[in-house]
């Protein structure tokens, strides 16, 4: 067994275990922590393949800003997490046994698979030249070939844009917010009004 | 293949793409007083891609990511054709609702574009970026009146089932990617006949499978949608019932008869068992729904499963049924929701069952339409349900799906239940009390689809057969 | 020729549906003046088809098919209209009948509220009446039979808030549905045996497959049998013969005139007509024709002798049609079947005349029915009791053989006896047909002239019997054996007897003059000399069949036997009725085990209440209870619906709301899936 091998099986462990733990963990930091931990291993796949700008973008992209912001969420909203988890041990069992079928059943096509032959054996995806960066690689395709799923998955965010907007800017009907624009422009024609009042009868507004 | 001919070929997504950006800056400086003329601009936007798609050249563009054939002409002209009448009426509803704003057109369009790119689909990365940027849009419609508790609870669902059901599409999506070492259709199949992936591949078919019957509400993937329909505006649960449920169903089509075609006998069992849950679901879930939203809920459950018995089949004929099908389905499911849109009671939208007790007093021409809608969805010849399902039951046992043909006929006594109480609600109850003048605009829409389910249906038949006929023909079925 | 007998065939029908469509819009007067002269002028047509047919231009058999009917494979049937002899004598009778019937309905009718009804009900029959006779092949005739049977039901139950009317017309109805089983099956092995239903195909293939069997249970049947026996079948439930015969007497709970038209002369003859129709057929089946002559023979003395003991006047001409149907069909039996025509031809005239006769006494009487409540009416009715005279003398036979001069029964009564013992040399059963013709010729006449005296003649009882039509005995005694007390009776005993008014005399007069001079005007055509010119073939007889011919040749005795033995019957008659008033009350009061048998028709009801009646009742109970209610229904419909009802419940309670469920669902469903594929995937 090389050094190459021994550190596969190390980042696949912890990868599992970590991911085992976002679900199982107590605290909810304490799942996003291991939620990142997930992350830095499979990274630590990534580079192993030698897709070490893929590597750097899950470290960038997930560790960096979505993890994060899981983070700030979860700190940030007042969640009782005891709450959340009281049916725990009811919905446990049976949840274990649906996983439990799911898992038999994907090692035993692994199996099988395994058996009769490695994946994709007659279509191999192209291996990437050798003295091209990765990003450069990826480059390549993204803009000529993918340049539909690319222009596409544009049209996706922008779609998550717009429904965020939609969904969060709104105007409640009695909310006051401060105008310092029209603070400012106040005089005293608009800000006053003179009303005269007849004695013993009051204001009536 | 040059990139000018890959353009031209998807002339139709490009054209609407750009007109969405387009309309979307112009309603962005113009503000929500310009949903009116970002709604006019939509529709004719979709009405020009609906041309561009219905004289389209056929062919692959894109490594093979994108397809132009018969099917998905087929398909885009039907979603373009029926979205335009979505923002109809939608944008009248939300104007009269108070929550008139102009990103809604703009979401229906990208939806539209989605369900394009779903029907033109190659690839399984287009497939989900299809499929995501279609889900997307309709969950934020979902949720659009955000001041609706009901709405917002039905679009989050909405949203974190989908989520889910992604998750199980990309699993899929990768597994196969892993097994059959390409993502593209034509490979996937190729490497399937070459018998190297056995069950590897497959077992990631059943995980796609299980994605894109979430998007067709199929059971056992059919739990949002009742909640969904209940919750979410009216016009927009009209125009989910009916254009992605076509979207996602010839996607399905595709993606096992091009990617799967090899495995026919494999998926098809797949295919029998949710579509044998999802009529039944549809059927007998809908015995005990007092709530019209819900109760069209489950019958849009039931309908998909019978689609996919037509899907079952595995033939040129199957496919033809799920195209014929698919279309009258939705203009049936545009017409129902376009008269709840349109009744309402003191401002309150009459959604109960028992809202609409001596309706046929009231408002006769309603109760008309909706009397004719359901007899239509009931499958009573000779109204456009009745067609609808005997292409799929000459289809089913034509290919010798004897159980399933009778499941459909079993399916369509039981659920004819519920269409024929309402039907008994509305002209035999006594009416509690008058009902708000319907608007014009959902009136003509109801009446419009009430009129196609019969007699129109008929001529319409003799045009629409040949065409799905040639369209179904692009699947490379037998 | 076409455009005349398809009017004749058709104006009752435009005539029932005007009436019967627009009977309230355009009034009471216009609906009876539309059907009436609709029926006048296929009475004149039919008469003109009838002269033309025989002695006219139109000579031998002609059909018109007017459209198709049924045409499935080999099987072909046409609306069509078929001319011959047979269907002409048909013609004349049926429209002459029913034309004279809607005139006397204008009288007798008058104060019912929905005469409409009435005459489109008429008419309609009339029309499935012509249908029937009019028929080339089975369907149409099965079209008529039905037609004719659905108007008679609606006839009898025309007063159908009496229940005894609805029960009844309902008698009758389901009666006949045994009767029209065995027609259909007839029907269906003709086309089995033949591959036809058309006569004109059918009739040349029988001498060749005559002589077809069929195994059945290890029998060797013979076909032809089998199929004529079946078809007898029918005609025995239409005709009201032995075994099918309950349900004639309880449908003269319809109005009078239906009793004259349906019961009398030409519903009920319709299976008379149907034998004589298919005598090419009966005439290769010997087994079938002796069935019919024995069933024939026994109904001519059951009804004869039923008819002894009756009080109610309508039911005693029931019973005596009863029998005479009978005599037709032994004459048929033997062979005879243009004498079984010609006494179709005669007893319609003076059965109908009989019948209205008898309206014109109810009529007269306010609707009472009782002969024990009559007596000395001939003072009062005059014109009906000159009538009713002519009818008895012409039912009776009365004519003087040495002269060859009588009234119409004389003449085809006596052919028919004449052709049983003609017949009876090489066979019993003909033997008994004679034996039984000319006991029930005495038997007829006794309860003929009873009939005439007790309402006619001897004191009159009507005046005592207002004073206590309640209190009496014997009506207390009536009461148990259907006999009913007519609901329109409480206005009437107060006035005396009055005479019918004119319109309902005058078809009388008409009828009179039939049943005078029918006989001696057809005689020698229906049976005598002129035979084979008058029929042409319309009628088939065997080459071996020579029974008229040896009738002819009768010896004396048999020639002056039925003028014996009905002026017997007119002797013990006029012994007891008009000489010695009151002994057959006090022999029916004494309750004699015959008398009870006969008052009581043999027993037959209670026979069936007991047997098929009760038998069925427990069978549909059985069916009813425990197949129906708990097995079909309980696991059917109602089971089906509480499983749908509560699988329903289910689902919308497992929509919980919750999204963790949902998502839960989801993953259940995938590992579901997962599974299922891999172990069918695995097979």
Redesign the interface.
């Known amino acids: 067994m090389d050094l190459q091998a021994i550190a596969f099986y190390l980042l696949a462990a912890v990868t599992v275990i970590s991911g085992f733990l976002v679900i199982t963990a107590r605290n909810p930091v304490h799942s996003v922590l291991f939620l990142i931990m997930a992350f830095f291993t499979a990274a630590g796949l990534f580079v192993m393949l030698g897709a070490e700008f893929l590597a750097m973008l899950l470290i960038v992209v997930y560790v960096g800003a979505v993890a994060v912001l899981f983070l700030f969420v979860v700190m940030m909203l007042d969640v009782d997490f005891t709450q959340l988890r009281e049916g725990f041990a009811r ?1 446990l069992p049976i ?1 274990m046994a ?1 996983g439990g ?2 898992a038999v ?2 090692v ?3 199996v ?2 395994a058996a ?2 490695a ?7 192209a291996a990437p030249v050798a003295d091209l960066p990765n990003a450069e690689a990826i480059g390549r395709v993204l803009y000529t ?5 690319f ?3 544009g ?2 965010l ?3 844009m ?2 965020a ?3 969060t800017l ?1 105007r ?1 009907p009695g909310v006051r917010r401060q105008n310092i624009g029209d603070q400012v422009a106040r005089t005293p024609a608009s800000g006053m009004k003179i009303v005269q009042i007849k004695s013993g009868e009051g204001l009536s507004e | 293949m040059t990139f000018q001919d890959a353009l031209l070929l998807a002339r139709p997504e490009v054209f609407l793409a750009a007109s969405t950006l387009v309309l979307l800056v112009w309603g962005a400086f113009r503000g929500d007083k310009a949903m009116g003329e970002v709604s006019i601009g939509a529709s004719l936007a979709l009405f020009v891609a609906a041309g561009f798609a219905a004289v389209s050249p056929e062919g692959t563009a894109f490594a093979g990511g994108f397809i132009a054939d018969g099917a998905s002409i087929f398909g885009k002209v039907a979603i373009y054709l029926i979205s335009p009448v979505a923002i109809y009426l939608g944008d009248r509803w939300l104007v009269r609702v108070g929550n008139g704003r102009f990103e809604f057109p703009i979401l229906i369009l990208l939806a539209a574009l989605g369900m394009g790119m779903m029907v033109s689909a190659g690839d399984l990365i287009s497939l989900y970026i299809g499929v995501e940027l279609q889900s997307l849009a309709l969950y934020v419609l979902a949720a659009f009146r955000r001041d609706d508790p009901k709405a917002s609870e039905a679009g989050l669902k909405y949203f974190v089932l989908g989520a889910l059901s992604s998750g199980l599409l990309l699993y899929g999506a990768s597994l196969i990617y892993g097994f059959a070492g390409s993502t593209h259709f034509d490979l996937i199949a190729k490497s399937i006949e070459g018998g190297a992936t056995g069950t590897g591949v497959l077992f990631g078919l059943v995980f796609l499978i299980c994605g894109l019957a979430f998007k067709v509400s199929a059971a056992p993937f059919h739990m949002w949608t009742p909640d969904v329909y209940e919750g979410a505006p009216t016009p927009v649960v009209g125009f989910f019932a009916a254009a992605p449920k076509l979207a996602a169903m010839l996607l399905l089509a595709r993606v096992l008869s091009e990617g799967f075609g090899t495995a026919l006998e494999q998926w098809r069992q797949i295919i029998v068992v949710t579509a044998f849950l999802s009529v039944a679901v549809g059927a007998f879930g809908g015995l005990a729904q007092s709530n019209i939203k819900r109760l069209l809920a489950y019958s849009s459950i039931a309908n998909i499963g019978y689609a996919l018995i037509g899907l079952s089949a595995g033939s040129a004929e199957g496919m033809e049924a799920v195209l014929v099908f698919m279309v009258l389905y939705m203009i049936d499911v545009t017409g129902f929701f376009a008269c709840l849109g349109a009744l309402s009671r003191n401002g309150k939208p009459m959604e109960q069952l028992s809202d609409f007790a001596g309706l046929a007093r009231v408002r006769p021409g309603m109760a008309l339409a909706l009397t004719a809608l359901s007899f239509s969805v009931m499958g009573l010849p000779p109204f456009s349900g009745f067609w609808a399902k005997m292409f799929v039951f000459k289809a089913a046992i034509a290919s010798g799906q004897w159980p399933l043909a009778v499941v459909l006929l079993l399916g369509s006594v039981v659920a004819a239940f519920y269409y024929l109480r309402l039907i008994k609600t509305m002209w035999f109850d006594a009416a509690p009390g008058q009902t708000d003048k319907e608007p014009l605009d959902a009136k003509g829409v109801a009446i419009a689809s009430a009129l196609f389910c019969f007699p129109v249906v008929l001529p319409a038949l003799a045009l629409l057969e040949p065409l799905a006929k040639t369209a179904a023909l692009a699947f490379g079925l037998k | 020729m076409e455009p005349i007998v398809t009017t004749l065939v058709f104006a009752p029908l435009v005539g029932a549906l005007i009436a019967g469509l627009f009977g309230r819009r355009i009034g009471d007067l216009a609906s009876q003046s539309v059907t009436t002269g609709l029926l006048l002028l296929t009475c004149g047509l039919s008469w003109m088809t009838f002269y033309q047919v025989i002695w006219g231009s139109w000579a031998g058999q002609e059909t018109f098919t007017l459209a198709p009917f049924i045409h499935i494979g080999n099987f072909i049937s046409n609306w069509s209209i078929r001319i011959d002899t047979l269907s002409a004598v048909m013609l004349v009778v049926v429209s002459s009948v029913s034309a004279l019937v809607h005139i006397y309905s204008w009288g007798y009718m008058a104060e019912d509220p929905s005469r409409p009804r009435f005459f489109a009900y008429l008419s309609l029959f009339t029309f499935a009446m012509l249908m029937l006779v009019t028929a080339a092949d089975f369907m149409q005739l099965f079209f008529g039979w039905e037609g004719v049977g659905l108007a008679s039901y609606l006839l009898i139950g025309f007063w159908f808030k009496k229940p005894s009317a609805s029960a009844a017309a309902i008698k009758a109805f389901v009666v006949n549905r045994v009767g029209d089983f065995g027609f259909a099956l007839g029907i269906m092995t003709v086309f089995w045996m033949f591959g036809t239903i058309q006569f004109a195909e059918l009739f040349p293939l029988i001498a060749a497959k005559a002589g077809t069997q069929w195994t059945f249970i290890g029998q060797s049947w013979s076909a032809i049998d089998l199929a004529c026996g079946l078809l007898f079948i029918g005609a025995m439930g239409k005709s009201a013969q032995f075994f099918l015969h309950t349900w004639l007497p309880d449908a003269m709970e319809g109005p009078t005139p239906v009793s004259a038209l349906i019961h009398a002369a030409t519903m009920v003859t319709a299976g008379v007509y149907m034998v004589c129709l298919l005598s090419p057929m009966f005439e290769y089946a010997p087994v079938t024709k002796q069935i019919v002559t024995l069933i024939g023979a026994i109904t001519a003395l059951f009804a004869a002798t039923v008819g002894l003991a009756q009080n109610d006047i309508k039911r005693v001409i029931a019973y005596s049609t009863c029998s005479q149907l009978g005599y037709m069909f032994f004459a048929a039996g033997v062979g005879a079947y243009q004498a079984a025509m010609f006494h179709l031809f005669t007893h319609a005239f003076f059965k109908a005349l009989l019948f209205l006769g008898a309206g014109s006494v109810i009529h007269g009487m306010h609707h009472e029915q009782d002969m024990r409540k009559m007596g000395g009416l001939w003072k009062y009715l005059p014109v009906t009791y000159a009538v009713m005279v002519i009818g008895t003398l012409a039912i009776t036979g009365f004519g003087i053989p040495s002269l060859h001069l009588g009234f119409a029964g004389f003449y085809s009564k006596d052919a028919i006896i004449e052709s049983a013992w003609a017949a009876s040399g090489k066979n019993g059963i003909a033997s008994f047909a004679f034996v039984v013709g000319l006991l029930a010729a005495g038997l007829t006449a006794f309860y003929s002239w009873r009939l005439a005296f007790m309402t006619f003649h001897g004191t009159a009882k009507w005046d005592s019997a207002h004073a206590d039509a309640h209190g009496h005995d014997d009506h207390a005694h009536d009461a148990g054996h259907g006999h009913d007390d007519h609901a329109h009776d409480d206005h009437g005993h107060a006035h005396k007897p009055h005479e019918s008014p004119l319109v309902m005399l005058l078809p009388l007069v008409a009828l009179a003059v039939g049943a005078i001079g029918a006989g001696y005007a057809f005689v020698e055509s229906f049976v005598g000399e002129h035979r084979n010119e008058f029929w042409r073939g319309a009628i088939f007889n065997a080459p071996t069949n020579h029974v008229l011919e040896h009738a002819h040749h009768a010896p004396e005795w048999v020639v002056m036997a039925p003028l014996v033995v009905s002026m017997t019957g007119l002797a013990v008659a006029i012994y007891v009725y008009l000489m010695n008033e009151g002994m057959g009350l006090r022999v029916a009061s004494r309750g004699g085990p015959l008398h009870t048998f006969f008052y009581n028709k043999w027993f037959f009801d209670e026979l069936y209440e007991a047997t098929f009646v009760r038998a069925t009742r427990f069978l549909g109970d059985v069916f009813w209870k425990i197949g129906d209610q708990k097995i079909i229904d309980g696991f059917g419909p109602d089971g089906v619906a509480a499983v749908s009802a509560s699988v329903g419940r289910r689902l919308s309670k497992a929509q919980s709301g919750y999204v963790y469920h949902y998502a839960f669902v989801m993953l259940l469903g995938v590992a579901g899936l997962l599974s299922y594929a891999l172990w069918a995937w695995a097979h």
């Open positions: 919905y949840g649906v079928v799911l059943e994907m035993m096509v692994a099988t698979v009769n032959g994946a994709g054996k007659n279509a191999a995806p070939d993918y340049i539909y799923f222009q596409a998955a049209l996706v922008l779609v998550a717009i429904g907007i939609v969904l709104r409640r």
